[in-house]
């Protein structure tokens, strides 16, 4: 089984290939740019794209996801807006917004759309922290050095492994295996 991973960001596919080694599913990374719909819900977002990827370009048997970071004391912030947050202030100006912020909790979200044999999975994996005073680590990519999801350790400073047991994606992939599996065992029958 071959799943074309369309993402710009080759580090979505590592965690992707990781996860997915153990049912002998193969991840292509495929970068293909499709409209991301204005919306505060991810599975909109998420729904939305799989529709132009089937119906304008064609694509079949892919993941695509959207994620986002939530941070309670900003109202949610940057959530469904955390790719162009992160291009923007990035995670300094993360940590200048909540400069004398003593509730500094935060959820990591991330819903993933899976085509798969004409059927679409949508899943969503949820990961709670708290933003740290300082970005700590050299592991990962985006938020990771900012938020930790034990209050000790940054999602840069541990392994991926460790990272994809509890992580928002971890999650979510763990949901779409499962649904995957169902998948493989309904194609297997004769
Ligand atoms: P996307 O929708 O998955 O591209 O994610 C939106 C933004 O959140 C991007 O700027 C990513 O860098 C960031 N992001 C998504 N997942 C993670 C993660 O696991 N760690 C850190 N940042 C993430």
């Known amino acids: 089984m071959r799943l074309s991973v369309i993402t710009s960001n ?9 996860c997915f080694e153990e049912l002998g599913v193969e991840m292509v990374h495929v970068k293909m740019p499709y409209d991301e719909v204005q919306s505060s819900e991810l599975e909109e977002v998420v729904r939305k794209g799989m529709d132009e990827l089937k119906k304008k370009k064609g694509m079949s048997d892919f993941i695509i996801d959207d994620s986002g970071l939530f941070i309670g004391q900003l109202g949610g912030f940057p959530g469904v807006w955390s790719a162009y947050v992160q291009k923007t202030i990035g ?16 959820v990591f979200k991330c819903c993933i759309g899976c085509n ?3 059927k679409d999975i949508i899943v969503t994996g949820t990961c709670g922290g708290v933003i740290l005073e300082k970005g700590r680590g050299t592991e990962g990519f985006g ?5 930790s999801h034990d209050g000790v350790r940054s999602f840069a400073e541990i392994p991926l492994d460790e ?5 928002h994606r971890g999650i979510a992939v763990g949901l779409l295996k499962e649904e995957i599996v169902k998948c ?7």
């Not at 080759?10 to 990781?18: L, M």
């Open 116 to 118: 798969l044999m004409g």
């Open 163 to 167: 990272k994809n047991l509890v992580s």
């Open 10 to 18: 080759p580090g979505k596919v590592r965690e992707y290939e990781r």
């Open 184 to 190: 493989q065992a309904s194609e297997d029958k004769p």
């Open 91 to 106: 995670n300094g100006g993360i940590l200048k917004l909540m400069d004398g912020i003593s509730d500094r909790s935060a």
């Open 143 to 147: 938020y990771d050095p900012i938020f």
